[in-house]
């Protein structure tokens, strides 16, 4: 393995203020700009594994990257530039080894405290929900929709950013007691055009984005702007169109192979995780690069 492939697991710099460690990214703040770092952590069940994906990084920094650049002349967004050399920093390039093609610098703003999601298809939480009440967040859905089925039209399904524990469904109504009914009208508008530009094009791919999640922020003269990571695998349910039937679930996109080998060894989905086989690692890896091939027409390596 050439030294890009070789898996970051995390990231060290002292130099500057880390503000984050989720399960996958390592933020930094500079001043009014966030480090965005995506690592080559993957997680399964909710839990992170020891085991780092080759080019995981490089392929949801590149494409966030692109739906940014593909989206922006309908939605204003968060991110400054992908290149370290455009960062103007003597720490970031010192790092540039590590950081090259897995960092975005953005701007630093006020999170919006709602997950943005919007389904197209019924699966996940909604499709839990749907069996119960025939609703999602609120929503009123026809009778008789099966697991995986695509929408009559695509809907607005928020939920609250849980600080610990999973993030809940809420109503739109829930939204506008929170944010005020104007902001939730916008996230909710934004939201579903991001949605509906992105489904298209990846369907044109034979990607069928199945729902994603987005994040808004709000600038200091009182802009919304997306933020965070945009139609990434993590941010998104991917489904290859080929192979498409519901009825039943879609095979993950890019997590299948490690969903089923660790169904295989029965591992209790309780922490910690095993390492995953060499083999596992490396076809994970190339579905993540292939999705990233497919969506943005050029090869990653
Ligand atoms: N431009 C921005 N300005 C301010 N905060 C931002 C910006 N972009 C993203 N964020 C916030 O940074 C945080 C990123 O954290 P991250 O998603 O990596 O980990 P997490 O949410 O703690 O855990 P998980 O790995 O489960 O997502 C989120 O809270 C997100 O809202
Ligand atoms: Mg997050």
């Known amino acids: ?56 990084g490089q392929v949801l920094t590149g494409l966030s990257e692109f739906w940014f650049k593909y989206t922006s002349r309908i939605i204003e967004n968060h991110l400054i530039t992908t290149h370290i050399e455009h960062m103007d920093n003597p720490v970031v390039s010192q790092h540039k080894d590590i950081l090259a093609g897995r960092t975005m610098l953005v701007k630093k703003v006020k999170v919006v405290p709602v997950e943005c999601v919007v389904r197209g298809y019924l699966a996940g939480s909604g499709w839990k929900e749907y069996q119960k009440t025939q609703t999602i967040c609120g929503i ?44 939730a009208e916008e996230l909710k508008e934004k939201s579903m055009k ?78 910690p995780a095993p390492a995953l086989p060499p083999e596992i690692v490396q076809k994970t890896s190339e579905k993540y690069l292939s999705a990233y091939k497919a969506l943005t027409g050029k090869s990653l390596i």
């Open 1 to 56: 393995m050439n030294n890009k492939a070789t898996p970051l697991l995390t990231t060290n710099i002292p130099e500057l203020k880390l503000c984050n460690r989720g399960k996958v990214r390592d933020i930094y703040e500079i001043n009014d700009t966030l480090l965005i770092i995506t690592t080559d952590r993957i997680s399964a069940f909710d839990v992170v594994l020891p085991s780092g994906i080759p080019y995981k």
């Open 194 to 271: 991001l949605y509906l530009l992105a489904r298209d094009y990846a369907l044109d791919r034979d990607i069928i984005i199945c729902d994603t999640k987005f994040e808004w922020g709000i600038t200091e003269n009182n802009t919304t702007i997306l933020i965070d990571e945009a139609l990434t695998p993590d941010s998104s349910r991917f489904w290859p169109r080929d192979g498409y039937a519901s009825g039943k679930p879609q095979q993950s996109y890019d997590k299948q192979f490690i969903r089923d080998y660790l169904e295989s060894i029965h591992w209790n989905k309780k922490p």
């Open 140 to 183: 009123k859905l026809p009778a008789g929709l099966r697991e995986s089925d695509q929408l009559p039209e695509p809907i607005f399904t928020p939920s609250t950013k849980a600080t610990i524990g999973h993030d809940e469904n809420i109503t739109f109504s829930q939204v506008t007691d929170m944010v005020g009914k104007e902001l």
